[in-house]
């Protein structure tokens, strides 16, 4: 087995806080401690880094990941890399002379940073294409647009609630419209996308990744996909959960620790979709939309507790909060404050929350993943 010295840094280890070098036998940290002390296992060290004053963590966990569709939108075009609907347009019409296939993806478009003010429409995506099939996936993955032939190869989109004539998809024909990328998208181009994402977290120092699946985001092939590479060489071990309501049995079959993830209350605030207590300040047409009730968060919270696996959502509006605390309010009525705790829920965002909401929720046990990058940019 090799040893590997590593020495002249900073160790983050709560073992020593003032650990500058690290010992690793065999893959496993064997010692940590100062440079002084080091010399001890040099003789016996197959390599000695100098660490040069870099920094020593252990290996972060992505709490929240959607491997497929980040490994696509690592090998397409970054839209939101445009200043201009003009120069994003121009990005999309130079990735697709450059690229074969039968479904162009591009993504990270946000209308809220160009000039321009709005979304692209259906025949400037069509001429840019030169009249391919194409998703372009809005930076927070709350909505898209999709191209003509898109629609033609999808025509369910088009009677789905959320489409709009200019190629805009959000809430039941976005899920429909990503849906028929699943159709689209042969499997072992997603097993490629799902490797090229672990890859890219390996590289970025993440050991252990939460696969978030749902029928609205990937197939359940995805979730295998992943299971199958779990671990392998030196990619990030993978946690797989399934977000579907009544989808226990489901989760449980597909390997998952917990039927939770982007179990959606609600969509996004850059999407107009995050269900608020008010309108839009830019749109007051919508305060968004509520896709959960309190008693389904009850019964689907109720259920999981029962069953031993973590419950969770996805929530961001203050009206979805409401929704959301109040069904577990109901939930600890049939089942228990101390059973709560004990299932270790979660939630994903959870951006507009009030401070009772907040201590309501740490009373049973439930965990939030904020994600204040998301927050910030979108």
């Known amino acids: 087995m090799t040893?590997?010295?590593?020495?002249?840094?900073?160790?983050?280890?709560?073992?020593d806080p003032h650990a500058t070098a690290l010992c690793i036998d065999g893959g496993a940290i064997v010692w940590t401690g100062d440079d002084d002390a080091s010399g001890h296992f040099e003789d016996g060290a197959d390599r000695v880094v100098d660490l040069a004053g870099r920094l020593v963590t252990p290996a972060f966990v992505d709490?929240?990941?959607?491997?497929?569709?980040?490994?696509?939108?690592a090998s397409s075009v970054d839209l939101g890399a445009a200043g201009t609907l003009g120069e994003a347009l121009d990005l999309l019409a130079a990735y697709a002379r450059a690229h074969a296939g039968s479904l162009l993806l591009a993504y990270g478009w946000d209308e809220t940073r160009w000039p321009e003010g709005r979304a692209f429409r259906r025949e400037e995506v069509d001429r840019a294409t030169e009249g391919r099939a194409a998703y372009?996936?809005?930076?927070?993955?709350?909505?898209?647009?999709?191209?003509?032939?898109?629609?033609?190869?999808?025509?369910e989109v088009v009677h789905a609630d959320g489409y709009d004539a200019t190629g805009r998809v959000e809430r039941d024909a976005h899920h429909a419209a990503r849906q028929g990328t699943f159709r689209m998208l042969s499997p072992s181009e997603r097993e490629d996308a799902v490797l090229r994402a672990l890859g890219l977290a390996a590289r970025q120092g993440i050991g252990m990744?939460?696969?978030?699946?749902?029928?609205?985001?990937?197939?359940?092939?995805?979730?295998?996909v992943a299971r199958d590479l779990n671990g392998r060489g030196h990619l990030p071990k993978v946690v797989t959960y399934w977000g579907a309501l009544d989808g226990i049995e489901e989760a449980r079959a597909l390997g998952c620790v917990g039927a939770a993830g982007d179990l959606c209350m609600d969509g996004a605030v850059g999407s107009r979709t995050a269900a608020m207590r008010a309108?839009?300040?830019?749109?007051?047409?919508?305060?968004?939309?509520?896709?959960?009730?309190?008693?389904?968060?009850?019964?689907?919270?109720?259920?999981?507790t029962e069953a031993g696996l973590q419950a969770g959502f996805h929530v961001i509006g203050d009206r979805a909060t409401d929704e959301l605390v109040e069904g577990f309010r109901?939930?600890?009525?049939?089942?228990?404050?101390?059973?709560?705790?004990?299932?270790?829920?979660?939630?994903?965002?959870?951006?507009?929350?009030?401070?009772?909401?907040?201590?309501?929720?740490?009373?049973?046990?439930?965990?939030?993943?904020?994600?204040?990058r998301f927050d910030a940019l979108w």
């Open 3 to 15: 040893r590997i010295l590593l020495r002249n840094g900073y160790v983050h280890t709560p073992a």
């Open 63 to 73: 709490a929240h990941a959607h491997l497929a569709q980040t490994g696509f939108a």
């Open 136 to 155: 372009l996936g809005r930076v927070d993955a709350h909505s898209a647009v999709v191209s003509t032939a898109f629609l033609d190869a999808c025509p």
């Open 209 to 224: 990744v939460h696969e978030l699946g749902a029928p609205h985001i990937c197939p359940p092939a995805d979730l295998a």
């Open 279 to 304: 309108p839009y300040t830019d749109d007051a047409s919508t305060d968004g939309h509520l896709y959960l009730t309190a008693d389904e968060v009850a019964r689907h919270v109720v259920v999981c």
């Open 330 to 372: 109901r939930a600890k009525d049939k089942v228990g404050g101390p059973a709560l705790v004990m299932a270790r829920h979660r939630l994903e965002h959870l951006e507009m929350i009030e401070p009772e909401q907040i201590a309501r929720l740490a009373e049973l046990g439930v965990t939030a993943g904020v994600q204040p």
